[in-house]
């Protein structure tokens, strides 16, 4: 395959996810993410639950004036997070 070839699969490729994936919301994203990598499997329940209390904590976060975050509560999620990111970025790269 040439780079020209290649290119232009990746560029049918980011289009494609695209229009796949064309959320209006953080709702409509959360609920996107579930249904294309938690339910086929291809990620752990547990990330689900994780991407699901990360949006809570954003909604209160946003909308609730007394919700204040401290260091204590936040450290915990660091090291999942960043196991979660790790696999979304694999993911990508197996898709180009």
């Known amino acids: 395959m040439t780079n020209e070839e ?3 699969y990746v560029k049918y490729r980011i289009e494609s ?3 796949t994936f064309g959320a209006a919301s ?8 579930s249904q294309l990598f938690i339910k086929t499997g291809k990620f752990d329940k547990k990330y689900g639950r994780l991407l699901s209390e990360l949006f ?5 976060g946003d909308y609730e004036n ?3 975050y401290d260091h204590e509560s936040v450290k915990p999620l660091f090291e999942p997070v960043a196991e979660m990111i790790d696999l979304i970025e694999k993911e990508i790269n197996n898709a180009l």
Do not use: M, P, V
């Not at 953080?26 to 993410?33: D, E, G, I, P």
């Open 26 to 33: 953080h709702s409509a994203t959360k609920s996107q993410f």
């Open 66 to 68: 007394i919700f204040d």
């Open 56 to 60: 809570d904590w954003r909604q209160k």
């Open 6 to 8: 290649r290119n232009e």
């Open 17 to 19: 996810a695209y229009k």
